[in-house]
C-alpha cells in the first residue's frame, strides 16, 4: 500500500511539474483562398441572373450582397475573446467597385431553381376474424405520404477584364427533400419554400469565402527552457510563475521579452528558446525573424509553417497592403 501511495504521489509531482511549465497562448494563423487576384483591385460583383424567371432574381441579388459583405470584412473568423498581435493581418484585400469599366475582376453567375411537391396514398386491403363473426370481414386502410423537395443549379464565374479570359468557375448544385408517412390520415411534409431557403443558403455558403482570407485560432505551446547553470536554473524554475502569467494574460510582448533575455544565458536546450522566439515573432507578424529563430530551431513542422505564411506576406504586399514587422525591442 506505501508503494502504491508513493507511485501516485510520483505521478501527480510529474503531473504538477509538466502542467506548470508548459505556457500556451491562442492566436490567428492566415487561411487564403484556393485563388487570388494577381492584378488586385478593383472587383465588381454582380447579380447572378436567374436562367428561368428573369423577374425574380431574389436569390441572385442575395448571393452578390452577401459577397459583397464577405470581401468588405476585415475580421473574418476573428474571435471577441482571442488577440491579435500581427498589426498587418487583415482578410480584406480588396476593393470593390461598381464601375464595370475601371474592373479588374468580374464576378458573376447564373442559376436556376426548382421546387416539387407530391402527396400519394396507398391502398391496404386485409381481413380479420372474430370470435362473433365469420367468414372473415375484408376492410381498407390508406397510406398517406407527403414528398416536398426542392433545388437551386447554378455557378459563379471569374472573368479577367485585362486577358477577356475566364479565370475560374466555381459550380453549385443543392437538393433538399423531405418525405412524411402516415396511415389513416393524410400528412404533410416541410414547406417547399423553406427547403428553397435551405438550398438557396447552402448554395452561397459553398464558395462564400473562394475569394476571401480567413482567420482560423492556434494554439501556440512553448517548449520549457533549462539551464546547466543550477543558480540559473534556479532563476528560470521562479520565472516560469511569471511566464504563465503572461501568457495567459495574454501579454505577448513580455513574454517575448522574458525569453530575449535568456538569449545571453547558459541555456541548457538552446533550440527551444529559439523555437519559442520563432514564436512570438509569428504571433507578432513579424515573419523574417519569426523565420530566423525557426531555422536554427530545427523545428520542422514550425519551418514549413512558416514558409507558407512568408508566401501570404508576399502576396499581400503585391496587392498592395502593407506589411509592418514590428518587433519587441
Known sequence: MKNLTRTISTI??????????????????LIMPPIYFGEGSPVLVKPLINLKDSSNNAFGEEYSTTLKNVFSNPNIGRKSNVKMFNPWYTTKIYDLTENESEAKYIISGEYFSGTGLSDTAIEHKTAETSTSVDPKIPFVFYEYTSTSSASVNGKLTVYQTSSSKVVKEYPFAKTNTDSKSQYLESVKSASMFSLLDKSEDQAINEHILAFSPSYIIYTYKFE?????????????????????DYADAGQLDKLALAYIEMLDKNIKNPEDLYFNLGMSYEMLG????????????????????IGILINYRDIYEK??????EKDFV
Open 286 to 305: 513579424n515573419f523574417t525573424k519569426a523565420k530566423e529563430y525557426y531555422d536554427k530551431s530545427n523545428n520542422s513542422e514550425a519551418i514549413e509553417r
Open 224 to 244: 520549457n527552457v533549462k539551464s546547466d547553470d543550477k543558480d540559473y536554473n534556479k532563476e528560470l524554475r521562479q520565472q516560469r510563475s511569471d511566464l504563465d
Open 319 to 324: 496587392l498592395g497592403i502593407e506589411i509592418i
Open 12 to 29: 501527480l509531482i510529474i503531473f504538477v511539474f509538466q502542467a506548470v511549465n508548459a505556457q500556451k497562448m491562442d492566436s490567428y494563423v
